[in-house]
C-alpha cells in the first residue's frame, strides 16, 4: 500500500492506496512548528493503517524549480533542489519537506518519492517561461513556472481514459489558489501562475496578477516580508469583499462581497482568453477545484464571458453541477472533473518504482 502525504506548514493530509484504490484518509489540522512527526502518528492511527503494511510513500511538493520536472525517488540530492526551491515558494515548500522528515522518522527504510506542481508545465515553451529581465536576473531562477499541474495532470487522465480528451483543452483549476492551464493533445503549452502561485487570477487571500511597481511600492512603504503578507495572505476576495470564501461572500450581499465575485468572474475570463490565444482556439473547457466543481455561479459567469468563443451552456446542469455542462448549440465541450490529485501522485510514483525494477 501507498501513503500519500500532502504536508502544509500547520496541516496534513494523508490517502493510502492499493495500486488505485483508495482505502484509508485522515487530516491533521493546527499543527505546530515541531509537531509534523507526531502529526503523521495521529494520522496513520486515523487511517488505521500499520506502518509495517506501507509499500512506500509520495509526497506532493509545490515548487521543482526548473530542474525537478518528473515524479522522482526522494534522494539527498532531490532533497538539496527542494529546499533550494523555498524561496520560490515559501509558504509551501518548507511543509512539504516536513512531511517527508516525519515519515523519514517513522519509517527510515520505507522509499519515499516526490511529485512536484511545477512539472506538468516543463512543456510550456521557452517564449512563455522567460521573463524579459537581464540575463542576470534570469540566472537566478526568475522565470514563469506554472502550478497546480498535478492536479491538472490527473484531469488529462480522467479524460484521456474516458476517450474525451480534446485537442484543445482550457483547465480551471478554481479553489483557494485559482489557476487556468491551456493543454493541447494533453501538454500544458500555457498557464496563469508564474514564478510563484502569486500570479494570474484573482484568488481567496493572493493577489492575482499585479504590475511589478505596486509591489515594489508595498515593499518600500513596508518592508519585503510585510509586503509578501499583504501580497499573498490579505489579498484577493479577502482584501476586496472580506472573505476568501465564496459561500461567504454570496451569503454576505455587500456591495464590497458583490465587487469581490464580479472581479473574480472577469478576471477568470480575461485570463481564459489568454489561455485560447495560446492554442489558436478552443475545443473544451473543464471545471475542477473547490469553486471549479460547486460554485455554478462562478462557472456560469466565466462560461457567459466566453461565449465569443463558442461557448453555450445548459444553465439547469450547472445549477445542478452535473458532469456535462455544454447544451446542443455548444461548439465547445463542457465538462466537471472532480480533482483527483492524490491518486495521480500514487499513480506516477508507481510508475517510478516499477521502472527501478521493483
Not at 62 to 79: F, K
Not at 83 to 104: D, K, R, S, T, Y
Not at 331 to 354: G, N, S, T, Y
Amino acid at each position: 500500500m501507498w501513503l500519500i502525504v500532502n504536508a502544509g506548514s500547520s496541516s496534513l493530509k494523508l490517502k493510502v492506496f492499493d495500486d488505485e484504490r483508495e482505502v484509508a484518509k485522515a487530516f491533521v489540522g493546527e499543527i505546530g512548528p515541531d509537531g509534523h512527526g507526531t502529526a503523521m502518528r495521529e494520522g496513520l492511527a486515523q487511517a488505521g493503517v500499520p506502518l509495517h503494511r506501507l509499500t512506500a510513500a509520495a509526497h506532493r511538493v509545490v515548487h521543482g524549480g526548473a530542474s525537478l520536472t518528473a515524479t522522482c525517488r526522494v534522494t539527498p540530492e532531490v532533497l538539496r533542489q527542494i529546499e533550494a526551491c523555498v524561496p520560490l515558494a515559501p509558504l509551501h515548500n518548507p511543509g512539504n519537506l516536513v512531511g517527508i522528515q516525519a515519515v523519514e522518522e517513522l519509517a527510515p527504510h520505507l522509499p519515499q518519492y516526490a511529485a512536484f506542481d511545477t512539472a506538468f508545465h516543463a512543456t510550456n515553451p521557452e517564449v512563455a517561461t522567460t521573463y524579459a529581465l537581464p540575463q542576470s536576473a534570469r540566472d537566478l531562477g526568475l522565470r514563469r513556472y506554472g502550478f497546480h499541474g498535478i492536479s491538472f495532470a490527473a484531469l488529462v487522465r480522467i479524460l484521456r481514459q474516458s476517450g474525451e480528451l480534446p485537442k484543445r483543452l482550457l483547465a480551471c483549476h478554481l479553489g483557494n489558489g485559482c489557476s487556468l492551464a491551456a493543454i493541447v493533445n494533453g501538454r500544458s503549452v500555457a498557464t496563469t501562475m508564474g514564478y510563484s502561485p502569486l500570479d494570474g487570477l484573482t484568488m481567496g487571500t493572493r493577489t492575482g496578477a499585479i504590475d511589478g511597481n505596486a509591489v515594489l511600492r508595498l515593499a518600500e512603504l513596508h518592508g519585503v516580508e510585510e509586503a509578501g503578507r499583504i501580497l499573498n495572505r490579505q489579498s484577493g476576495l479577502l482584501g476586496l469583499g472580506g472573505a476568501s470564501d465564496m459561500r461567504a461572500l454570496h451569503a454576505a450581499g455587500t456591495p464590497e462581497a458583490r465587487f469581490a465575485l464580479g472581479h473574480f468572474a472577469y478576471w477568470a475570463v480575461r485570463h481564459a482568453g489568454s489561455m485560447a490565444a495560446a492554442m489558436g482556439g478552443l475545443d473544451a473547457v473543464v471545471f475542477t477545484g473547490g469553486i471549479g466543481e460547486n460554485d455554478a455561479w462562478a462557472r456560469e459567469k466565466i462560461l457567459s464571458g466566453l461565449g465569443f468563443l463558442g461557448v453555450s451552456s445548459d444553465p439547469e446542469a450547472n445549477r445542478r453541477n452535473e458532469s456535462q455542462l455544454h447544451d446542443a448549440t455548444s461548439r465547445v465541450a463542457i465538462w466537471i472533473v472532480p480533482a483527483d490529485e492524490e491518486r495521480q501522485i500514487a499513480l506516477e510514483a508507481q510508475a517510478v518504482r516499477a521502472g527501478e525494477g521493483v
